[in-house]
Nanobody, 127 residues
């Protein structure tokens, strides 16, 4: 069975940093696209970034470019979202998701591409 478990969320001050983790099991992480998404209250789920291990490609959305970085430790089957220079508008529930890569990372930034989802972790950024 596929499991994705996010952790590392919490409260941060504006300008601060957090690192989210996504522990994956039940599927070959190396062969999948892993996406990070977030959803703020009253808003649609938004793609934050994507990583495909098979071709080493990564993509982050313009809204977080230069502040957020996606990485992976395939040996640990864990993916990371390093968030720096946090802003109050980064406040949201953050999710990781997995899918077989059927397009380049930049194209797989929409939630509908993904089959498996974690339960989410709350990130709150205070001003």
């Amino acid at each position: 069975e596929v499991y994705l478990v996010e952790s590392g969320g919490g409260l941060a001050q504006a300008g601060g940093s957090l690192r989210l983790s996504c522990a994956a099991s039940g599927f070959p992480v190396d062969d999948y696209a892993i996406g990070w998404f977030r959803q703020a209250p009253g808003k649609e789920r938004e793609g934050v970034g994507c990583l495909i291990s098979t071709d080493g490609s990564t993509y982050v959305a313009d809204s977080v470019k230069g502040r957020f970085t996606i990485s992976t430790d395939n040996a640990k089957k864990t993916l990371y979202l390093q968030m720096t220079r946090l802003k109050p508008e980064d406040t949201a529930i953050y999710y990781c998701a997995a899918a077989l890569p059927t397009a380049v990372c930049m194209a797989m930034i929409r939630p509908g591409w993904y089959d498996y989802w974690g339960q989410g972790t709350q990130v709150t950024v205070s001003s």
